[in-house]
């Protein structure tokens, strides 16, 4: 440790968005005051031969360096800090929980434009108002402008008006209002935009197991407690947000509402703005970065009371957070798969244990995680066992299609199904968890198959496009007409894809409106909500769709749901599966008779005896999980034990190899975690790049985080790890 030469320097400890994980020193900015800076505030800084922007997280009047080997900031951008002391806080718990580097994991809190080191200033809005000469001007001056006069009476009713606002009013407006600023009527403001606010509707009515679980989460308002909403599909779990929200907004605090897909934010938002006369806002990944800066900015500042987001939201700073929500807490989305790999679910636990609020956690199919803390009490359950209002939980049968004659994967008996529905003028839903055409083009003369050349994996048809796509790579290339290999034109396609079926129920159902719900078809802007908007007004049909279809959508007159391939979740090289399926299929289950009407799932299997399917049939999802956390225990895998995986990748399997296989080497003295592998991954080559990996397992956590912290210590060292490309997940919700 060097001193500093008098006592009154100071340094600032930054966190740089780099891969290192280290603070940087430097000296405050020449010239300026830096005695009021606060914590977390945003500086320019030199590094290398560029300037970055980093985070202050520390002020020291010690450094390892010798002073004049110091550089000085070049500016603070922040003279308040944008993020509270809470905030940092649970940042350096996240940055240390997954062994990430700090400064990363605090520009994850930010969006991009603040990240880039611009002004963090609300978007501003031209609008008018009248002047003190406006307010006097009599009317009958203006008789012979009668536009002008009633513009002039309109803004003496309404005060101040944003130009969007008289622009929708009347479209020819502009040139009146040049006319009133030239005669100094009217005068232009700049001023910051302002959340819409909507009218508030009235309650719905609650049955008793809604309100018993309203009354528990408002009771343990302004305490920190988790609570797990399990309630059946249909049961009513948004009523019960809302009605707590509402006490949340009574007490002149936010909420946080988070939802796992993006699919799942416009049905939500329509609810929200309907329910509250409140600003709410809104942040996901198909914003602009404009969008999501007015966003941050307004749940910041206090300007917006509510905040619907996906995960990455999660990191928002509020003034007032009184409650987070996570909605369909099961979901694998909210865990990041890339760079910094947080869960939103278990981030949310520790931001509310910080600042000391509740967190409600909803789902029908909850996490084996969150049951297990419920076994502990650690959380406490909430149940709501039946649908709300008059519906009725829908029947479900397995459909042996053993030996039995299909089209394009739909049987006869199932397409009998859908005929009788439509007959009744009701909606049928079809789920298919693949896109594309289909997963595999074959020569039926030499068997050749269109292979990736960049991954182990098929290359998938896209029929329409004349395409083959790998989906884990994007490579894409020309439908062949002759096989590549022989030269023969016998190219045929195996298996099913939802642009295969929707051609096939086209040709089926003639005069029927079919609507394909997958990333392919909702690619444009707007697309998704079209489709949502025609099958909610009944326009549709019939719907066929991926795993979009399967979480929190409510279609009031799909009264069929079919599975069209349940057997492909079945096996799996990872113990996630089982649970994984069981929450789809219950999740898809769920959209069938969400009314009135009755509702019948149909899953077409080659398995009917297999216990999975057998057991969520006849005694539901509860069961399931028992049985599930039981085998967990047996065989010590999470919740009843601690996981890491690191993944390593090269364009030289060897390489890879070598690397971790020296890890594993330098790490055995760890006695009590295990060392599994390294192994190729179960995709052991994805764009171009050879994939294995090391998954470390241990009794209990501290142990297994001393274990990764001496891990990283031993990366830095190994000539070895600057040929990889190397990730580390914790507690990672697949193996993939």
């Known amino acids: 440790m060097v ?10 400890k930054v966190a740089i968005p780099s891969p290192l994980n280290r603070l940087f020193d430097y000296l405050p900015p020449i010239g300026v005051d830096y005695q009021h800076i606060q914590l977390g505030c945003r500086l320019q800084v030199p590094f290398g031969n560029s300037h970055k922007i980093g985070y202050l997280v520390a002020i020291s009047q010690h450094s390892d360096v010798p002073i004049d080997k110091l550089k000085a900031t070049i500016q603070i951008l922040d003279q308040q800090s944008l993020l509270s002391p809470q905030d940092l806080q649970l940042l350096h718990w996240a940055s240390q929980y997954y062994h990430h580097p700090l400064g990363q994991v605090i520009a994850t809190a930010f969006p991009v434009s603040l990240r880039q080191g611009k002004i963090a200033q609300r978007q501003q809005q031209k609008t008018y108002g009248l002047t003190a000469l406006g307010y006097q001007i009599d009317s009958e001056t203006l008789r012979r402008a009668p536009k002008q006069k009633a513009l002039l009476a309109w803004f003496k009713e309404h005060g101040n008006t944003p130009e969007s606002a008289l622009s929708l009013k009347d479209a020819n407006a502009k040139a009146t209002i040049k006319q009133l600023l030239s005669k100094q009527l009217l005068e232009l403001k ?14 719905w009515p609650c ?8 009354t528990a989460v408002v009771a343990g308002l302004s305490t920190f407690q988790v609570f797990l909403l399990e309630g059946v599909t249909g049961s ?47 942040s996901h990944s ?3 970065d404009n969008q999501r800066q007015e966003a941050w900015l307004q749940m910041q500042q206090g300007v917006c009371s509510i905040m619907l987001g996906t995960r990455s939201a999660l990191f928002t700073p509020f003034k007032n957070l009184g409650l987070i929500i996570l909605d369909e807490e099961h979901d694998a989305s909210f865990k990041q798969q890339e760079g910094f790999r947080f869960s939103a679910r278990d981030v949310a636990v520790v931001r509310g244990k910080l600042l000391g609020i509740p967190v409600l956690l909803g789902s029908a199919t909850p996490s084996l995680e969150s049951l297990y803390n419920v076994q502990k009490q650690r959380y406490q359950w909430l149940h709501l066992p039946e649908r709300a209002g008059n519906a009725s939980a829908p029947s479900l049968q397995l459909l042996d299609i053993r030996n039995k004659k299909m089209q394009e994967g739909l049987s006869e008996q199932l397409l009998a199904e859908i005929r009788q529905t439509l007959e009744k003028q009701e909606q049928v839903l079809l789920f298919l968890n693949r896109r594309g055409f289909a997963p595999t083009l074959i020569c039926h003369s030499c068997a050749w198959v269109a292979r990736c050349p960049r991954c182990d994996a098929n290359l998938v048809i896209h029929a329409q496009q004349r395409q083959l796509r790998c989906h884990h790579c994007a490579a894409e290339q020309s439908l062949p007409s002759r096989c590549p290999a022989c030269q023969d034109v016998q190219l045929t396609a195996l298996g099913l894809g939802t642009e295969r079926v929707e051609q096939v129920l086209a040709r089926l159902f003639t005069g029927k409106t079919i609507i394909r719900l997958d990333r392919d078809s909702t690619q444009r802007k707007g697309s998704l909500e079209n489709y949502l908007a025609q099958i909610n007004s009944g326009a549709a049909d019939i719907i066929l769709g991926t795993q979009m279809l399967a979480k929190g959508h409510h279609f009031a007159n799909v009264t069929l749901v079919a599975i069209l391939d349940v057997d492909s979740g079945l096996f799996s090289v990872d113990f996630h599966a089982a649970e994984k399926l069981a929450q789809l299929v219950v999740q898809v289950a769920g959209r069938a008779g969400r009314e009135e009407k009755l509702g019948k799932v149909l899953m077409q299997t080659r398995k009917p005896d297999h216990p999975l399917l057998t057991t969520l049939i006849q005694e539901g999802y509860q069961r399931f999980a028992e049985i599930a956390l039981a085998e967990r225990k047996d065989a010590q895998l999470p919740p009843y034990s601690y996981q890491a995986l690191l993944r390593a990748q090269a364009n030289d399997a060897d390489v890879v190899y070598v690397f971790l296989q020296q890890l594993a080497e330098l790490l055995r003295g760890h006695a009590k975690v295990q060392i599994l592998g390294p192994i190729p991954a179960p995709m052991a080559k994805r764009a171009g ?14 142990v297994l985080h001393s274990l990764l912290e001496d891990m990283l210590a031993q990366i830095a060292n190994m000539k070895q790890a600057k040929k990889v490309r190397w990730s580390l997940d914790v507690d990672p919700v697949d193996l993939y």
């Open 286 to 288: 198909r914003l602009t």
């Open 689 to 702: 790049l050879f994939r294995y990996q090391l998954l470390f397992q241990a009794r209990q956590r501290p």
């Open 236 to 282: 009513g779990k948004t009523e019960v947000y809302m009605r707590i929200i509402s006490e949340v907004l009574a007490r002149g605090q936010q909420v946080l509402v988070l939802v796992p897909e993006i699919t799942l934010t416009p049905q939500l938002e329509e609810r929200f703005f309907s329910r509250f006369a409140v600003a709410i806002s809104v």
């Open 207 to 214: 049955n008793a197991p809604q309100q018993q679980a309203i």
């Open 3 to 12: 001193n500093l030469h008098h006592e009154t320097t100071c340094i600032f």
């Open 190 to 203: 700049h001023t910051e935009m302002l959340a819409p606010v909507h009218n508030a509707i009235p309650d």
